[in-house]
């Protein structure tokens, strides 16, 4: 079954270091793979999703993730974070159970950025 | 631009009272959800519909159900509140439930049965 893995909950960063969110995935079949972002007291909005077109994939607010066959990693980063990006991510795999195909999430990570 | 709205925001229940969720989408989307939010547990999806007419179960269904007579409205409804669905809800919809395909998520619905 397909699926991915968030290790951890919680990151904290400077404003203005890198971010880097770490996801894996376990599927059989080429995965369509996906990031969301939840503000607070908010519903989930895509960040950024890959479907084989090219490995790098360029999202909203200055994030990208790159696909790596290899180490079925689809880690998010950011060069420089900013106050805004404080929020919890989501990794997100389509995957087909029951005959549908649905969205499976990790657990999410918390993202903190200190001043 | 609607979207996907989700009433009530907020809402208390007693152990055994039932309610239902309200999920509206004015995108003409075919597939909708609905998913519980748990904290370190991710989004679990409930129930699910890939069109007017048509449901099944997800993850977690048990305790709640779904219909959906028409292609914008999804409700939820627990049948009898139990602590263990004190939980943030969210509906979602897309223009299929396929690959590639994203999802747009109402705001949610947390709800707290005491």
């Known amino acids: 079954a397909q699926s991915v893995t968030q290790l951890g909950s919680h990151v904290s960063v400077s404003e203005g270091a890198l971010v880097l969110l770490r996801c894996n995935y376990s599927?059989?079949?080429?995965?369509?793979l996906f990031w969301y972002v939840q503000y607070p007291n908010q519903g989930l909005q895509l960040l950024l999703k890959y479907t084989s077109a090219a490995t790098l994939v360029k999202g909203i607010n200055g994030f990208e993730a790159e696909f790596k066959k290899s180490e079925t990693s689809f880690h998010l980063t950011k060069p420089s974070a900013h106050m805004s990006d404080a929020a919890e991510y989501f990794c997100a795999v389509s995957a087909i159970q029951g005959g549908s195909e649905k969205l499976v999430f990790g657990k999410g990570m918390k993202l903190t950025v200190n001043p | 631009n609607a979207g996907v709205t989700q009433t009530p925001k907020f809402q208390v229940l007693k152990t055994g009272q039932s309610m239902t969720l309200q999920c509206a989408q004015d995108?003409?989307?075919?597939?909708m959800s609905w998913y519980r939010q748990d904290p370190g547990m991710g989004l679990r999806l409930i129930h699910y519909?890939?069109?007017?007419?048509?449901?099944d179960q997800g993850e977690v269904p048990n305790g709640y159900n779904v219909s959906r007579s028409t292609t914008e409205d999804f409700p939820l409804r627990l049948l009898s509140a139990a602590p263990s669905q004190t939980s943030v809800y969210f509906c979602?919809?897309?223009?299929?439930?396929?690959?590639?395909?994203?999802?747009?998520f109402g705001q949610g619905t947390r709800l707290t049965v005491v």
């Open positions: 979602a919809s897309s223009y299929s439930g396929g690959a590639a395909t994203e999802a747009f």
């Open positions: 599927s059989s079949v080429p995965p369509y």
């Open positions: 519909s890939v069109g007017a007419g048509i449901t």
């Open positions: 995108m003409n989307h075919e597939y």
